[in-house]
């Protein structure tokens, strides 16, 4: 059984960076590929990133493309997402999956473990 603890969440300005990070335990995650998804209040939750087993092949989706990038360390069991540019509307929980198969998928119901979320939110 895996289990995934995002942390580096928090409070930052508009224009601001904020770097996240995904451990996994339990299980090495270096052979699934790996995403990170987001839930704003109100909304449902949302595809922002994903990324293949070897790191080689990302997909985003189009309201982060060119602002976030997603990478990983299979040596520390990581997967990490840097987030340029922020804006108010990136505010939400973001959380990080883990999808079973290699390769980048975009749809939650790809992915088969989930963590807790970590809340990010952007003042303007």
């Known amino acids: 059984q895996v289990r995934l603890v995002e942390s580096g969440g928090g409070l930052v300005q508009a224009g601001g960076s904020l770097r996240l990070s995904c451990a996994a335990s339990g299980r090495t995650v270096s052979e699934y590929a790996m995403g990170w998804f987001r839930q704003a209040p109100g909304k449902e939750r949302e595809f922002v990133a994903s990324i293949n087993w070897s790191g080689h092949s990302t997909y985003y989706s189009d309201s982060v493309k060119g602002r976030f990038t997603i990478s990983r360390d299979n040596a520390k069991n990581t997967v990490f997402l840097q987030m340029n540019s922020l804006k108010p509307e990136d505010t939400a929980v973001y959380y990080c999956?883990?999808?079973?198969?290699?390769?980048?998928?975009?749809?939650?119901?790809?992915?088969?473990?989930w963590g807790q979320g970590t809340q990010v939110t952007v003042s303007s």
């Open positions: 999956a883990l999808d079973p198969s290699r390769f980048v998928a975009t749809r939650m119901q790809d992915f088969a473990s």
